[in-house]
């Protein structure tokens, strides 16, 4: 359905720069991931550096959509479907910028493992990072095309890479018991599994805020909604 | 014979407690059912339903020439005022007939009280005479009981500290937004069960904006407030429901914050989006 023209083109403009801002901090965030885990898997320092230099222009593009969603809601103060696509645009950004920040986290112990000879319990990341990063991939999907069956979605999968979470760290575990020496890079692993954990939250947060941006519903903590 | 002082308490005590004491207090103050109104041979208002709960405020809102002033005029019966006026439908005032031949529209005004649009003191009146006029007009000449309802009166409109030293100064010597206070403690003073608001702060500052509507929120918990507005965000902060009107018709009606946060017609998403026409 399109959207008709607001009677204030400022609006409109204002609305459409916040939302390109918004995209475009989704696609630097995904391919900092997107590096810092290529950097891990192929043991490439260079692109892990890029992974953990590319979060500066996150964090920027984090200031200006909450400077210029400030701004909307000082100057024009929307309503309904507008009011949810700003505040939604708000808390995307905020995911988002945390979601950049655990790229850093994959890169920075990418970086220390490649110090050291490859350890194969590696490949126990990559179910890990294929759910983590196609979860991520919906959820921004399912804001841009306002789709809400497929941000509910998203949710259920966050509970399956918890679970998988859960698997990998205790295989990892059982391996730092059985050879002690190799306990650092077990370790920094587990950080890795563990910033992928989160990635999945965030793309989850993000999947929630889709739902409430096209549908106006909060699909967060269902067990609380009927008593709020 | 009762005097016309006591007329009028008991008139307003009746009104304000439920028939029978064990019942509940009633829930609705309006029943608006299927009202049409034709100002000569154009339709203003195009069979509207709707109910106007007690002690809450409802904002009607909508462009220009949706119907929303006559609609709120139905509700005390002042479109009648209009030549050339015709309805059809009911209104009922806690369950009864508004509009029933039986019924004398001055009474129906005195129990609907109504402040408009451009405060409108009574020019010759000083500020006291224009809090009591209603009351005097009611045959009301005890001046212990004037003068406890005129402070009554206008320490509700919260304008009692700023004015009590100048009682006898004309109304018109006040600021705009305290005239429209004015206004509003002389629609108290005859203790109505409901108050209408014709954009009771289109012509006021924002300061005297903001007091009236803290006037609004105080005042709803004793009174029924319907007003009309054509400030969408003074709609969303003082009001508990909404009610969208467009080309004469009810296009929506709910609590305040799902119309402003998700309105289910689009009519009413366009408009308060500002995507209207």
């Avoid at chain 2, 005479?129 to 003068?147: S, W, Y």
């Avoid at chain 2, 010597?173 to 206004?183: A, D, I, M, P």
């Avoid at chain 2, 508990?240 to 998403?269: C, H, M, S, V, W």
Wanted: glycine share 6%.
């Amino acid at each position: 359905m399109v959207t008709p023209k607001h009677i204030l083109g400022t609006f409109d403009e204002a609305l459409s720069a916040l939302r390109n801002n918004v995209l475009m901090m989704a696609g630097l965030t995904e391919r900092s991931l997107e590096r810092a885990m290529k950097g891990l898997f192929t043991r490439d320092d260079n692109l892990c550096v890029t992974a953990i230099a590319d979060d500066e222009e996150i964090d920027q593009l984090e200031m200006q959509i909450d400077k210029d969603g400030v701004a909307i809601l000082l100057r024009f103060q929307p309503v309904a479907s507008d009011l949810r696509r700003v505040v939604s645009a708000m808390k995307l950004s905020s995911n988002l910028e945390r979601l950049g920040d655990q790229a850093t986290n994959v890169a920075r112990r990418a970086r220390k493992l490649n110090q050291h000879p490859p350890l194969s319990e590696v490949d126990l990341i990559v179910p890990m990072r294929d759910k983590a990063m196609a979860m991520f991939k919906d959820s921004v999907d399912a804001y841009v095309r306002e789709d809400v069956e497929l941000a509910r979605a998203i949710v259920p999968r966050d509970q399956a890479l918890d679970e998988l979470n859960r698997v990998v760290s205790r295989k990892l575990i059982q391996r730092m018991s059985q050879e002690r020496d190799q306990l650092r890079g077990y370790l920094n692993l587990m950080f890795v599994a563990r910033a992928l954990e989160r990635v999945g939250d965030h793309a989850t947060n993000i999947a929630e805020d889709a739902v409430y941006a096209a549908a106006a519903e909060d699909i967060r903590h269902p067990s609380l909604t009927a008593s709020v | 014979m009762a005097t016309p002082e006591q007329r009028v308490t008991e008139r307003v005590e009746g009104a304000a407690q439920p028939t029978a004491s064990s019942e509940p207090a009633p829930k609705l103050t309006f029943e608006a059912k299927n009202v049409s109104i034709w100002y000569g041979q154009k339709r203003a208002i195009d069979n509207v339903s709707l109910n106007i709960l007690s002690k809450a405020v409802t904002a009607i809102i909508g462009p220009s020439g949706c119907g929303k002033s006559t609609f709120l005029r139905a509700l005390n019966r002042m479109h009648e005022l209009t030549p050339k006026t015709r309805m059809e439908g009911t209104v009922l005032l806690h369950g009864e007939n508004l509009y029933s031949k039986t019924v004398d529209p001055a009474i129906v005004r005195r129990r609907v009280g109504m402040v408009f649009q451009k405060s409108n003191p009574f020019p010759t009146m000083t500020i006291g005479e224009n809090v009591v006029v209603g009351l005097r007009l009611n045959g009301v000449r005890n001046q212990k009981f004037l003068n406890e309802r005129l402070e009554k009166s206008l320490r509700m409109a919260a304008l009692w500290d700023e004015v009590k030293d100048d009682l006898h100064k004309p109304g018109t010597s006040l600021s705009g937004g305290q005239q429209q206070r004015l206004c509003i403690a002389r629609a108290l003073a005859v203790e109505p069960e409901v108050i209408l608001m014709d954009e009771p702060c289109s012509a006021l500052d924002p300061i005297a904006t903001a007091k009236i509507e803290e006037l609004i929120n105080e005042l709803k918990a004793q009174y029924t407030i319907v007003t009309v507005t054509h400030n969408m965000q003074q709609a969303g902060r003082i009001s508990d429901y909404t009610a969208f009107f467009y080309l004469g018709k009810l296009i929506e009606f709910g609590p305040t914050t799902a119309i402003f946060t998700n309105p289910t017609e689009r009519q009413t998403e366009d408009y308060i989006t500002g995507r209207f026409g």
